[in-house]
């Protein structure tokens, strides 16, 4: 599977909010929007673009895997954030870095709308941003791949997971299979297209130890005038005597997240050597 990284970091005295991953994507899709329509409508039900409308697939298609995932820090006190691209939308990405820079110097962010002119851009770990300007960059999407393996791991729950069982979030438990299977649905999805229920195999491994609590987290959504649930779990999961297609699964996982609202930074995974 192929996927850009994007890495923006800002430099301000400015302080958000505990959870922003939220905030930037929904400001990321006013400026999106800006960048990429043009139906003189300006909406999208009826388009006649709907089929390749970059705005449409990151924000109204529904009951689909979208092709990106913000990566943020629970209650960092900075601005600071990740952008992961997948398989179609990298070749989009001209439309996202233009989309992110009207986002932090015309649009600005949180209620103060907050412009910044102090900003980074990264690439895949190439700076390509700063002091107001893009350089030009060819740099080739990544694909993924693992360098390593260990048996004995920790997964780190850095951000609420939303996971379900039978139809049910999680609210204080989660196990490997579940984490597994999400992985894979996911990965099957950017893939093939297809959704695919369960795991084409048995995960092995010995034992496994859990400190996991459940996390409340709440955000304003503009769209709905309410506000939402975002509540998962976090904490962190070891596991000894993995087998090397699981660790597998979960090296992927910490690239494209793993259970429900991904998008907006939930779901995120790292995962540690013992």
């Given at each position: 599977?192929?996927?850009?990284?994007?890495?923006?970091?800002?430099?301000?005295?400015?302080?958000?909010?505990?959870?922003?991953?939220?905030?930037?994507?929904?400001?990321?899709?006013?400026?999106?929007?800006?960048?990429?329509?043009?139906?003189?409508?300006?909406?999208?039900?009826?388009?006649?673009?709907?089929?390749?409308?970059?705005?449409?697939?990151?924000?109204?298609?529904?009951?689909?895997?979208?092709?990106?995932?913000?990566?943020?820090?629970?209650?960092?006190?900075?601005?600071?954030?990740?952008l992961?691209?997948?398989?179609?939308?990298?070749?989009?990405?001209?439309?996202?870095?233009?989309?992110?820079?009207?986002?932090?110097?015309?649009?600005?962010?949180?209620?103060?709308?907050?412009?910044?002119s102090?900003?980074?851009?990264?690439?895949?770990?190439?700076?390509?941003?700063?002091?107001?300007?893009?350089?030009?960059?060819?740099?080739?999407?990544?694909?993924?791949?693992?360098?390593?393996?260990?048996?004995?791991?920790?997964?780190?729950?850095?951000?609420?997971?939303?996971?379900?069982?039978?139809?049910?979030?999680?609210?204080?438990?989660?196990d490997?299979?579940?984490?597994l299977?999400?992985?894979?649905?996911?990965?099957?999805?950017?893939?093939?297209?297809?959704?695919a229920?369960k795991?084409?195999?048995?995960?092995?491994?010995?034992?496994?130890?859990?400190?996991?609590?459940?996390?409340?987290?709440?955000?304003?959504?503009?769209?709905?005038?309410?506000?939402?649930?975002?509540?998962?779990?976090?904490?962190?999961?070891?596991?000894?005597?993995?087998?090397?297609?699981?660790?597998?699964?979960?090296?992927?996982?910490?690239?494209?997240?793993?259970?429900?609202?991904?998008?907006?930074?939930?779901?995120?995974?790292?995962?540690?050597?013992?």
């Amino acid at each position: 599977m192929n996927y850009h990284y994007v890495e923006v970091k800002i430099k301000t005295e400015c302080k958000p909010s505990y959870f922003i991953g939220s905030m930037i994507r929904g400001a990321m899709g006013y400026a999106l929007k800006e960048v990429t329509c043009i139906n003189p409508s300006y909406k999208c039900e009826g388009c006649f673009t709907q089929s390749s409308c970059l705005y449409y697939k990151f924000y109204e298609e529904q009951n689909s895997f979208h092709q990106y995932r913000f990566n943020i820090e629970l209650g960092s006190g900075k601005f600071n954030f990740g952008l992961y691209l997948f398989v179609d939308a990298c070749d989009e990405l001209s439309y996202v870095l233009n989309a992110l820079e009207i986002v932090l110097t015309q649009n600005g962010l949180t209620k103060h709308n907050y412009k910044f002119s102090n900003i980074e851009f990264f690439l895949n770990g190439e700076r390509i941003y700063g002091k107001n300007e893009f350089k030009p960059s060819s740099m080739p999407s990544k694909e993924f791949s693992v360098e390593s393996f260990s048996p004995n791991v920790k997964i780190k729950l850095l951000t609420p997971l939303r996971i379900k069982r039978n139809n049910d979030f999680l609210k204080t438990n989660v196990d490997l299979e579940d984490i597994l299977r999400s992985i894979y649905q996911k990965e099957q999805e950017y893939d093939t297209g297809k959704r695919a229920y369960k795991l084409d195999y048995t995960p092995s491994y010995t034992t496994t130890v859990k400190a996991l609590t459940h996390k409340i987290l709440l955000r304003k959504s503009n769209k709905q005038n309410k506000r939402m649930n975002m509540d998962g779990i976090i904490g962190e999961i070891a596991v000894m005597g993995l087998d090397e297609r699981s660790y597998r699964l979960l090296k992927l996982g910490e690239i494209i997240g793993v259970g429900k609202q991904t998008v907006m930074g939930l779901g995120r995974i790292e995962v540690q050597h013992i």
